[in-house]
């Protein structure tokens, strides 16, 4: 980008750009992204979140560090967003007869930016990250997680593969709008502030223009703005404090009663392993998850609930457990495109009812539970998934939740299914 267009765009007003479609087909209401995180928003939000910053991991002497915070802010440039939403209900209101889905979404969604000059927003903030970067840059993160749907570039032992789990925000807006800010250490664009709105696409005036539906806050012609911004006043990043901030605008609270304990709960869950060897710690809602606190926050979900979902609290006995009744065993893979090391902890334990074993790749993250393994003794397990060849190959199994390995998802099924079950 030449310097003088972009000395331009940064001096330029930020607003809403709504891109035309030309002509084709129009996007309905049922995002596929979105409708595959709707089931439990505030577990995948959890996940994704913790493994996005993971994957973006800076300083390995010291782990990533995650924030989610509620706050109340002003909508950018609301009446021009409320306009283009009005032209969507009017477009699709004569239309749907049966299925009110959208109806309902857009008169709600009108309402809260009407009635309300501030609405709930949720910031997640990580540090000890790169951030992200190639802001101007086809193909960067930057590029990745704003314009590409379905897109994702990591390095082979990252978490992240299939370029969904972005859309985990967009199923906890109320509005399907999130806002990102971003500093980077790239030698030149090192910040970059811009909205994104999945809405539905929809036709316009007389002259029937097709417009996509997805819209863009920053600069001109859908580009990001180059400066940093913070919707949330009482946060601000430092210039030399690299990291991304995730702004959910109108954070939908009805998703949980109290969605800073849940977001912990599917924390410890998805990353217990990863918390306990020190490489992610976060605070939900002023409540620390750390190495240091694990157990305490372990013990103190497990008595409000007895357990956790996914039972973190018996594979956290097994990482930590000093019985002779412990065992480690380890199997090396030595096959051409899939080299590593499969190392698994075992515990008898009368306590350990579960009867699994905890599937995780070298991020840290619990893919699943394999079960079904014997149904007369109580044990736990934790496997870890050890070299960059073979967390690549299983990373290419997996779906694009993360919670399964399937040999259908392998180049080769056929030589994936041993790998698999």
Same mark, same amino acid.
Request: aromatic content about 10%; proline content about 3%.
């Given at each position: ?46 996940? +994704? ?66 009635? &309300? ?10 540090? &000890? ?17 704003? @314009? ?15 370029? /969904?789990?972005?859309?985990?925000? !967009? ?7 999130? !806002?990102?800010?971003? #500093?980077?250490?790239?030698?030149? &664009? #090192? ?19 097709? =417009?996509?539906?997805? $819209? ?41 009663? &109290? ?8 924390? %410890?869950?998805?990353? !217990?392993?990863? /918390? ?14 750390? @190495?240091?606190?694990?157990? =305490? %926050? ?24 000093? $019985?002779?009744?412990?065992? @480690? !065993? +380890? ?11 499969? %190392? ?25 539970? @394999? ?10 397990? %934790? ?39």
């Amino acid at each position: 980008m030449e310097k003088s267009h972009l000395l331009k765009m940064l001096g330029a007003k930020m607003k809403w750009t709504f891109p035309k479609a030309d002509s084709g087909q129009i996007k309905g209401f049922n995002d596929e992204g979105i409708e595959r995180f709707k089931g439990d928003p505030i577990k995948s939000l959890a996940r +994704e979140i913790c493994q996005n910053s993971l994957d973006a991991w800076k300083d390995k002497s010291a782990p990533v560090r995650i924030e989610f915070s509620e706050f109340i802010s002003r909508f950018p440039e609301r009446e021009s967003f409320v306009e283009q939403m009005n032209q969507m209900l009017e477009y699709w209101q004569p239309t749907q007869k049966h299925d009110k889905g959208v109806i309902i979404f857009l008169q709600k969604a009108i309402k809260l930016l009407q009635n &309300n000059e501030e609405i709930p927003c949720l910031r997640i903030s990580d540090f &000890n990250t790169t951030g992200l970067t190639g802001i101007i840059t086809k193909g960067s993160s930057w590029d990745n997680l704003i @314009k590409r749907i379905g897109a994702s570039d990591k390095f082979a032992s990252d978490g992240g593969s299939r370029g /969904i789990g972005k859309a985990a925000p !967009f199923a906890c807006s109320s509005l399907r709008t999130v !806002f990102y800010a971003t #500093r980077n250490s790239d030698p030149e &664009n #090192r910040q970059a502030f811009q909205g994104v709105a999945r809405l539905v696409g929809y036709e316009t005036g007389n002259n029937a223009e097709i =417009m996509t539906g997805t $819209s863009f806050f920053g600069g001109e012609a859908c580009h990001a703005s180059y400066i940093y911004q913070s919707l949330d006043d009482s946060f601000n990043r430092e210039e030399d404090q690299t990291g991304t901030d995730i702004f959910i605008a109108g954070f939908n609270k009805d998703l949980s009663q &109290n969605w800073e304990t849940e977001v912990i709960k599917y924390a %410890v869950d998805s990353f !217990f392993y990863a /918390i306990y060897h020190n490489k992610i710690s976060l605070v939900a809602g002023g409540r620390e998850l750390s @190495k240091s606190t694990l157990q =305490m %926050v372990i013990d103190d979900i497990v008595c409000q609930s007895k357990c956790f979902p996914g039972h973190a609290e018996q594979y956290y006995k097994v990482l930590t457990s000093n $019985s002779d009744k412990a065992k @480690k !065993f +380890e199997k090396k893979i030595t096959e051409p495109g899939r080299v590593g090391k499969l %190392v698994l902890k075992l515990l008898v334990d009368d306590e350990l009812t579960f009867r699994r074993i905890a599937m995780v790749r070298n991020t840290g993250m619990k893919i699943f539970d @394999k079960k079904n393994i014997c149904g007369s003794i109580n044990f736990a397990g %934790v496997l870890v998934v050890e070299g960059e060849e073979l967390n690549h190959y299983l990373k290419m199994m997996e779906d694009a939740t993360h919670e399964s390995w399937s040999e259908n998802n392998a180049d080769n099924p056929t030589e994936a299914s041993s790998l698999s079950e």
